[in-house]
């Protein structure tokens, strides 16, 4: 079993910055991409940024040049950085792993249980 713990998450005001922690525990053999989501009242869960375990990323045109991914595979944790933030920003993010438990196994999807982001305009 695997636990994603998220944390960083917090109120700011528009323009200001926080930086989202996930670990992951458990049984973890190798970790394959590692992304974050949010999701705002109301609306669907969306991705925001993505990184593969070779250091690539992908981030959503919407945050893009204000977001920035990072990873550190040593600690199997991943981060978000969240520079001039908008009031729109505001929901709850989710950071996703691709894990494998075993040398050999199969990859499995987990999330975390979310870290809420609140900007104030």
């Known amino acids: 079993q695997v636990q994603l713990v998220e944390s960083g998450g917090g109120l700011v005001q528009a323009g200001g910055s926080l930086r989202l922690s996930c670990l992951a525990s458990?049984?973890?053999?190798?970790?394959?991409?590692m992304a974050w989501y949010r999701q705002a009242p109301g609306k669907q869960r969306d991705p925001v940024a993505r990184i593969t375990d070779g250091g690539s990323t992908n981030i959503a045109d919407s945050v893009k040049g204000r977001l920035t991914i990072s990873r550190d595979n040593a600690k199997n944790a991943v981060y978000l950085q969240m520079n001039s933030l908008k009031p729109e920003d505001t929901a709850a993010y989710y950071c996703?792993?691709?894990?494998?438990?075993?040398?050999?196994?199969?990859?499995?999807?987990?999330w975390g249980r979310g870290t809420q982001v609140t900007v104030s305009s």
């Open positions: 458990g049984t973890v053999f190798g970790i394959n991409a």
């Open positions: 996703y792993v691709d894990v494998r438990s075993t040398p050999y196994g199969p990859l499995h999807g987990y």
